[in-house]
């Protein structure tokens, strides 16, 4: 290329970046809403630090390489390999542990629904049941969470919403109209590391690998994985279910117990673990919690994430969640929560993939 050329390309580069300053002031970000771990600090600094590394020949990759297969599409290994980075640098067991090691399409997000960390942009688990917050009273809507720093965000570009890329999130911002932008660190964009922003709403979202455990959801016959798991722990503490049942899936016992449970409190007898159902056995569970002070050694699995030790340091503010009656109205859409229908993103467009889909990949 003409030098005279590219000293044009790079004034205009200058002048179109000092454009955009403005409109980035007018962004604010976006505190977390969960503590941010230290190790969530070391990945995003491992991760920022590969920004701008690009690809070799036909694909080679460092991070394939250390994944096993040099010419692979990139975007999961190379968050793994940061990953592994922070295990080597810190001393800490995060792969497989807290962040999944994979390569191939859907199985890091079949990793995070085994683990009970993986949530769904529109709100609707597949073979699970619609989602909802902690402590919220409905269901899962697109928007309703706001991505936490180190949580991994799961992209599709084919109508079939398998997985087809991956990022790790930094932080989101938030503009003087309230539009949320997720703004992320990622591999094989399409030949390089670099930082990218995607709206809130963006359809192409399938959902989130989330650092902490952030939502519940609908579970029913033949699930299993932690979810299952710390039902199952509740239902023990309230001596519903012997302790050897606890093994991670809703079977045929567990699904009594809810019978049972959904019985003797006037709920709708289905023997799946709806929202209703959750809420009732969380209010018991914490009534047990406070009334019966030799159950306080009661493991943490047994209790909400968001129901920590400090909170029993305040008896009259728990005390005041009363259970409420059979008959209590639950904000609920769709009506019926337990006659589950496959949800596919209404919003999902063939043409809003990212300019960059099928560039030297």
Same mark, same amino acid.
Request: net charge negative.
């Given at each position: 290329?003409?030098?005279?050329?590219?000293?044009?390309?790079?004034?205009?580069?200058?002048?179109?970046?000092?454009?955009?300053?403005?409109?980035?002031?007018?962004?604010?970000?976006?505190?977390?809403?969960?503590?941010?771990?230290?190790?969530?600090?070391?990945?995003?600094?491992?991760?920022?630090?590969?920004?701008?590394?690009?690809?070799?020949?036909?694909?080679?990759?460092?991070? =394939?390489? $250390?994944?096993?297969?040099?010419?692979?599409?990139?975007?999961?290994?190379?968050?793994?390999?940061?990953?592994?980075?922070?295990?080597?640098?810190?001393?800490?067991?995060?792969?497989?542990?807290?962040?999944?090691?994979?390569? =191939?399409?859907?199985? +890091?997000?079949? $990793?995070?629904?085994?683990?009970?960390?993986?949530?769904?942009?529109?709100?609707? /688990?597949?073979?699970?049941?619609?989602?909802?917050?902690?402590?919220?009273?409905?269901? /899962?809507?697109?928007?309703?969470?706001?991505?936490?720093?180190?949580?991994?965000?799961?992209?599709?570009?084919?109508?079939?919403?398998?997985? #087809?890329?991956?990022?790790?999130?930094?932080?989101?911002?938030?503009?003087?109209?309230?539009?949320?932008?997720?703004? !992320?660190?990622?591999?094989?964009?399409?030949?390089?590391?670099?930082?990218?922003?995607?709206?809130?709403?963006?359809?192409?979202?399938? =959902?989130?690998?989330?650092?902490?455990?952030? !939502?519940?959801?609908?579970?029913?016959?033949?699930?299993?994985?932690?979810?299952?798991?710390?039902?199952?722990?509740?239902?023990?503490?309230? +001596?519903? /279910?012997?302790?050897?049942?606890?093994?991670?899936?809703?079977?045929?016992?567990?699904?009594?117990?809810?019978?049972?449970?959904?019985?003797?409190?006037?709920?709708?007898?289905?023997?799946?673990?709806?929202?209703?159902?959750?809420?009732?056995?969380?209010?018991?569970?914490?009534?047990?919690?406070?009334?019966?002070?030799?159950?306080?050694?009661?493991? #943490?699995?047994?209790?909400?994430?968001?129901?920590?030790?400090?909170?029993?340091? #305040?008896?009259?503010?728990?005390?005041?969640?009363?259970?409420?009656?059979?008959?209590?109205?639950?904000?609920?859409?769709?009506?019926?929560?337990?006659?589950?229908?496959?949800?596919?993103?209404?919003?999902?467009?063939?043409?809003?993939?990212?300019? $960059?889909?099928?560039?030297?990949?």
């Amino acid at each position: 290329m003409k030098k005279p050329v590219m000293a044009l390309l790079l004034a205009l580069s200058a002048l179109a970046l000092l454009a955009a300053v403005p409109a980035l002031a007018d962004e604010t970000r976006i505190a977390p809403a969960y503590p941010v771990p230290d190790y969530v600090t070391w990945l995003l600094e491992t991760a920022a630090g590969e920004i701008g590394y690009r690809e070799g020949d036909h694909g080679w990759s460092k991070y =394939g390489e $250390w994944a096993g297969d040099p010419y692979a599409q990139w975007c999961a290994e190379f968050l793994c390999w940061c990953v592994d980075q922070v295990d080597q640098t810190h001393g800490t067991h995060l792969l497989n542990e807290v962040y999944p090691m994979y390569s =191939g399409s859907n199985t +890091g997000r079949s $990793w995070y629904i085994s683990h009970g960390r993986y949530l769904v942009r529109w709100g609707n /688990l597949e073979n699970w049941g619609y989602q909802w917050l902690k402590d919220e009273d409905h269901f /899962l809507t697109t928007g309703d969470y706001i991505p936490q720093p180190g949580d991994w965000v799961f992209f599709t570009w084919t109508s079939d919403l398998d997985t #087809d890329h991956v990022a790790l999130v930094e932080f989101c911002t938030q503009d003087e109209a309230g539009n949320v932008t997720i703004h !992320c660190i990622e591999g094989n964009t399409p030949v390089a590391v670099k930082r990218a922003e995607y709206p809130l709403t963006y359809s192409r979202i399938l =959902g989130y690998g989330t650092v902490h455990d952030v !939502c519940d959801w609908t579970i029913r016959g033949g699930n299993a994985g932690a979810k299952v798991r710390q039902l199952q722990e509740k239902l023990v503490t309230l +001596g519903l /279910l012997p302790p050897d049942r606890v093994d991670g899936v809703y079977g045929s016992a567990t699904a009594q117990v809810i019978r049972d449970f959904q019985t003797e409190r006037g709920l709708r007898v289905t023997g799946i673990a709806n929202i209703e159902t959750q809420r009732a056995i969380n209010r018991r569970v914490r009534v047990l919690l406070v009334d019966d002070p030799s159950s306080w050694t009661v493991s #943490d699995a047994a209790l909400d994430e968001n129901f920590s030790l400090d909170d029993m340091t #305040d008896l009259s503010a728990l005390l005041s969640r009363p259970e409420a009656p059979p008959d209590e109205e639950i904000s609920l859409q769709p009506e019926d929560q337990d006659d589950l229908e496959e949800g596919n993103p209404d919003d999902l467009v063939e043409d809003s993939a990212p300019e $960059w889909i099928g560039e030297n990949q």
